[in-house]
Every structure is written in C-alpha cells, then in structure tokens.
Nanobody, 114 residues
Framework: QVQLVESGGGSVQTGGSLRLSCTASEMVFNRTYMAWYRQAPGKEREWVAR??????TYIDSVRGRFTIYRDNTKNILYLQLNDLKVEDTAVYYCNTAPVGIAPWGQGTQVTVSS
C-alpha cells in the first residue's frame, strides 16, 4: 500500500528554518515527480515545489528561500525552509505531481510567528 509520511514541522519565528521530510514507497518515489504542497487555514491546498531527478521548480513566493531535494537511496523527499515568513504558516504535504497515485498523508504543521 502506498503511504506518504511527512515530518519535521514545528513552530519558529520569522527568519527561522526547518527541514521537512517525507518518506514514500519506492513504487511512488522513483516513477514520477515528487512535490511539496501546503494548505493554510481557510485556503486551498497549493503546490510549493517539485522535483524529479534535477531541475527543481518552485512557486514564486518561496523561490530562493525553500529548497526541495531527494535521497533516492532512501526514498525520502526533503524540503528545506529558510527565512520563514508568517505567510508560510500551513500544513505541508508531500505527494506526486500531478496527484492521483498516492493518498494524502497527515501532513506536518509549520507555524511561523512574528
């Protein structure tokens, strides 16, 4: 069964950093783009960053602050969050891009306070 498990969230002040991790089954991890998504309170879930083997892409609001990368030997997807802002507060999820292969995991909460 395909499972996605996110971890690494927490509460930080503006300018702080976190590293999120996502473990996925090999069946999912190696066959397609993997991505991080987030959902802020009262908002729809949005795509944040994605990667396949190289050439990651980001939404404008996080480019230069967030870095997505993957460890293909361990089937782990990472998201390094630097220079965090209050507007980055959300539940962060990993999944394929596009979605449709794996069910959503529980996500990991990132809370940024000023």
């Amino acid at each position: 069964q395909v499972q996605l498990v996110e971890s690494g969230g927490g509460s930080v002040q503006t300018g702080g950093s976190l590293r999120l991790s996502c473990t996925a089954s090999e069946m999912v991890f190696n066959r397609t783009y993997m991505a991080w998504y987030r959902q802020a309170p009262g908002k729809e879930r949005e795509w944040v960053a994605r990667i396949k083997y190289s050439g990651p892409t980001y939404i404008d609001s996080v480019r230069g602050r967030f870095t997505i990368y993957r460890d293909n030997t361990k089937n782990i997807l990472y998201l390094q969050l630097n220079d965090l802002k209050v507007e980055d507060t959300a539940v962060y999820y990993c999944n394929t891009a596009p979605v449709g292969i794996a069910p959503w995991g529980q996500g990991t909460q990132v809370t940024v306070s000023s």
